[in-house]
């Protein structure tokens, strides 16, 4: 179930013809040394479409900052749909450029988030 609903995402044009980038993981707290155990990637489109890839690689809870390398995010709210998972939030786009998305997950934990204005 996973694969095919990898192999389903990754048909989207945005992974062919989209800007991708790595990402940095910054420590959530001075001291805090698991966001080394993350590993994150962005694509953008043509369009307004983005896509964040995140996960977790280690064995053991981890968290960290995920610097969005995405500059017109302030002055809204968006929602972030997990579309491997069924999560859905919505997180303010000032924070969201200027701390980063927060991230606090289990062993192994992946998301894959398609990046979307909040509608009113």
Excluded at 57 to 71: E, M, N, T
């Amino acid at each position: 179930m996973f694969y095919n609903k990898l192999l389903d995402i990754l048909l989207r044009p945005i992974f062919r013809g989209g800007v991708w980038q790595l990402l940095d993981c910054l420590p959530a707290w001075e001291g805090n040394w698991t966001n080394d155990c993350y590993i994150a990637f962005a694509w953008q489109g043509n369009g307004e479409e983005k896509i964040l890839i995140a996960v977790n690689y280690s064995s053991g809870q981890g968290q960290c900052y995920v610097r969005l390398p995405f500059y017109n995010m302030g002055g809204h709210s968006w929602l972030l749909r997990d579309l491997i998972g069924e999560s859905i939030y919505e997180r303010e786009g000032d924070d969201l450029q200027a701390k980063g998305l927060y991230l606090d997950e289990p062993a192994w934990k992946i998301y894959v988030f398609s990046l979307d204005i909040k509608n009113v």
